[in-house]
């Protein structure tokens, strides 16, 4: 089994959802995809989320959490997920939208900008 070396969490924002994908780097620096969900963006989603994430993640490798810049909607979560401890980095969307470019990303779905966005985290 691989050591695991990296978690993060891709957070894609919208004004009423959060799609997240949970992102592994391991020894082999290969990325393993978790899991994913869709959570509500407001206090109960932001609840479900972090009970979400401490069944999915391992708690000997830091996590860090990532989302892009839209507006104000990520704003809340980005705060909730702060004050609970969480090492959260927020990135400009043209950064984000460069990166996907990068990997010749045509579709464009939530869950694929929320793994894309964990792919990122891990580099």
Do not use: P
């Not at 407001?42 to 996590?63: P, T, Y």
């Amino acid at each position: 089994m691989n050591k695991k070396l990296k978690q993060c969490l891709g957070i894609d924002v919208s004004k009423s959802n959060l799609s997240i994908c949970l992102g592994v780097l391991n020894s082999n620096l290969e990325k393993e995809f978790i899991g994913h969900s869709d959570v509500n963006n407001d206090l109960s989603g932001f609840k479900v989320m972090v009970s979400w994430i401490r069944k999915a993640v391992d708690n000997n490798v830091e996590l860090v959490v990532l989302m892009e810049a839209t507006g104000v909607y990520h704003q809340g979560v980005c705060q909730y997920l702060y004050n609970q401890g969480y090492k959260v980095s927020v990135m400009q969307s043209g950064r984000v939208k460069r990166y996907a470019q990068s990997l010749d990303q045509r579709s464009k779905t939530d869950a694929l900008d929320s793994r894309m966005l964990s792919m990122l985290g891990l580099e």
